[in-house]
């Protein structure tokens, strides 16, 4: 059973950073797609981030490119997104999220939360003015 916990969000002052990690154990990861999905109040789910495990190829959204890093370590079965440069509009709940079929899909990598299978629990950013 594939498990996805997120940790590190937290409260930061804009212009700050953030360190967001999401542990991935139950399977091997080598095939999928891993991303970052946040949601603001009242907002839609929004795509942040996404790497293909096995070569480490990244996508960013628009929003978040040149200020957002995403990453793995394969030894610790872990993904990182690295946030600086915060901006109050960054604030909402980052989920974690794992695409089974990611080496399958070729050099896409999806930003539609619908291909996304597993899900964490989310953790809280906040980022104040």
């Known amino acids: 059973q594939v498990q996805l916990v997120e940790s590190g969000g937290g409260l930061v002052q804009a212009g700050g950073s953030l360190r967001l990690s999401c542990a991935a154990s139950?399977?091997?990861?080598?095939?999928?797609?891993m991303a970052w999905f946040r949601q603001a109040p009242g907002k839609e789910r929004e795509f942040v981030s996404a790497i293909r495990w096995s070569i480490g190829r990244t996508y960013y959204s628009d929003s978040v490119k040149g200020r957002f890093t995403i990453s793995r370590d394969n030894g610790k079965n872990t993904v990182y997104l690295q946030m600086n440069s915060l901006k109050p509009e960054d604030t909402a709940v980052y989920y974690c999220?794992?695409?089974?079929?990611?080496?399958?899909?070729?050099?896409?990598?999806?930003?539609?939360?619908?291909?996304?299978?597993?899900w964490g629990q989310g953790t809280q950013v906040t980022v104040s003015s």
């Open positions: 999220a794992a695409d089974p079929l990611g080496s399958i899909r070729g050099d896409y990598l999806s930003a539609n939360y619908v291909e996304y299978d597993y």
């Open positions: 139950g399977r091997t990861f080598s095939n999928y797609t």
